[in-house]
């Protein structure tokens, strides 16, 4: 290899590199985020992610679900359902992030106005 080889090879690095962290800093930072909640699959409440707490009484004829907004997260913090695996799930924040309750019926993900593009994996 001569020198100017090296020099491409690592400028190519470089540049693969400052791409990553950018890509990474920028991916989710979307300030519109919203949560849909849907029982059923039909919409029954649309959140907005702001830092504020704000506490939301969801009610069904399935069950009851607490969720806590805070931070720009979402999580539940209580629930009738007799496993509690929505509350063990923790926050969520990212766009396609999702929190299910099958007992209760119950899906919230994490949405955005702006046109999110989603790898193959994703879809």
């Known amino acids: 290899m001569k020198k100017w080889d090296i020099l491409i090879i690592f400028f190519v690095i470089l540049?693969?590199?400052?791409?990553a962290i950018s890509f990474a800093t920028n991916v989710n930072k979307t300030s519109n985020k919203k949560?849909?909640?849907?029982?059923?699959?039909?919409?029954?409440?649309?959140?907005?992610?702001?830092?504020?707490?704000?506490?939301?009484?969801?009610e069904t004829e399935y069950g009851k679900n607490v969720l806590l907004v805070i931070d720009r997260t979402i999580r539940v913090i209580e629930a009738s359902c007799p496993?509690?695996?929505?509350?063990?799930?923790?926050?969520?924040?990212?766009?396609g992030e999702r929190i299910i309750c099958l007992p209760n019926h119950l899906l919230i993900e994490i949405i955005s106005d702006e046109e999110v593009e989603l790898d193959g994996i994703s879809r």
Do not use: C, H, W
């Not at 540049?15 to 791409?19: E, M, R």
């Open 15 to 19: 540049f693969n590199v400052f791409l």
């Open 35 to 58: 949560a849909i909640v849907r029982v059923d699959g039909n919409p029954v409440e649309e959140i907005l992610l702001q830092e504020d707490e704000k506490v939301y009484n969801i």
């Open 83 to 95: 496993d509690k695996l929505d509350v063990k799930q923790g926050p969520i924040s990212k766009v």
